[in-house]
Structures are given as structure tokens and as C-alpha cells.
């Protein structure tokens, strides 16, 4: 049965830059990012982080895939489950992939490629028996995507650049911004329009305000700084993500309930949250 105007949000990977599993970050989760969002039939993946290999033994054995893999951007945390998605190498299956920060330098062909060649790995990504397109576009851009959602982007601030989306699917908005760093004493005005009124914020929250000052200019930003954006843009739910991997569980708890102090409607991404709109 396909419930065809109901999107699912499901998050298997919520860390960023490396996995860290464990005893103390069981229930959080130590997977990189990734998350599924499923609009009625379509199926949405936002990045391709360690979590993409559990999204893929979700599946059948040997069943294929039918997806849009939206990328925030390249860095090797929002990669490197790629050549472990069990289904990209099913017959039958079909992958459109996306970035919006590589262009002109680069292709995400190339950057994608680059990653499955030895002696980094065993065989290339030609290997996958899924139908592949690479779609570079400028972040900023908006598009459509076959499953009817509606896709609108903006430049993220974060090193080598980075893409935030907004996805649109029957009167339901979903909103993906990581990687990026706020600047001390102004919101990122791009950020604030795109994720105006959205039903959900997932936001890079690695570091607390008092952790931020040590890490200026890494790319990311705080869970304080996603709260008042989430207050400003009048979010349904905010979603801390991209979890440092020092954080253990009860760092992260303590992290939920002060950001749920701050802006009531938050949940602390973890592995296995499935939010239904
Ligand atoms: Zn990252
Ligand atoms: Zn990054």
C-alpha cells in the first residue's frame, strides 16, 4: 500500500566528519548522514554518509532502487557509504544524483567516480548495475525532481562550498542545511528564506556556542544559532544534526533539552527517527 500524499522523513545517519560507533553513542547513532525522505511513491536520499549502507539493507535482497540522492556536498562523511549501497548494484535500479557546489571545477561524475578507483577501492563505480545521472547544478538553483517534489536550493557557508534544500511535496516542506557556519552576530539571510514556515529544519548543529569560538572558519555551526533561526523562520519542527563525534549520548541529551528550552518543537536527530507529515 503507497500512501501517496504523505511524505516520511527517516534519519540513518546523524554524525558528521566521521562515523564514531559504540557503547556511548548508542542511542544517538554513529553513522555519517543520511537520511531518506519519502514522498508518497518517490523516494528522496540526502546524502551518502555510513547510514546509506543500513538505508540499503533495509531493502530486500537484491531489490532495486528508484531515488534521488540529493548531496549537501562532497566531503568524504556525506560520501563514503556510496560504494556501500547495496542496491545501487541491483539490476533495474535507477539513481539521479545532485550537487550544487561543484560547478565549474568540477563535475559530481568526476568527484563521485574519484572516490571508487583503485587502490582506494577495489572496483569502480561502473561496477553498480543502477541507471546513473549526475546533475550538476548551481546552488541557488530550484528544480523538479520525477517524484512531483519540488526542490529549491541556496549556498551554504561552509569550505569547498555546500548546498541547503528545501524540498516540497503536497503542501509539506522539508528542510536539509548542513554543512555550514553562521556568522557571529547576523543569520544567514539565504538560509532564513528557504526555510521560511518549513515543516521541518534539520540543521548542522556540531558544535555549542561555547564550543564554536575553537573551531571559527571549520564550516558549522550551533544548536543555539539553529534555534533562533527556527524561531525567526517560525519552523514546525527543528532538528539538530550533524552531531559532533565527541558527543556522546549524554552530551546529546543534554543538547536535546536545552535546545528543546530554547525552541519547543525540536527532536535531536537520531538513528532510526521517522517523522511522518
Ligand atoms: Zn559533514
Ligand atoms: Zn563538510
Known sequence: MTDTDHVTVRFWGVRGSIACPGPETAQFGGNTSCIEVLCGDGRIILDAGTGIRPLGNSFERGAPVDADLLLSHTHLDHIVGMPFFGPAYAEGSSLRMWAGHLQPAHTLEEILCAIMVAPLFPVPMGVMSAAKTFNDFRAGDTFSLSCGAEVRTCPLNHPNGATGYRIEYDGHSICYITDTEHVEGSHDENILTLIDGADVFIYDTTYTEAEYPAHRGWGHSTWEEGAA????????????????????????????RAAQDRYKDTIVAREGLTLTL
Do not use: C, K, N, R
Open 229 to 256: 533561526l527556527a524561531e525567526i523562520a517560525q519552523v514546525g519542527t527543528y532538528v539538530p544534526f550533524h552531531h559532533d563525534p565527541s558527543h556522546d549520548d549524554d552530551i546529546m541529551a543534554g543538547i536535546e
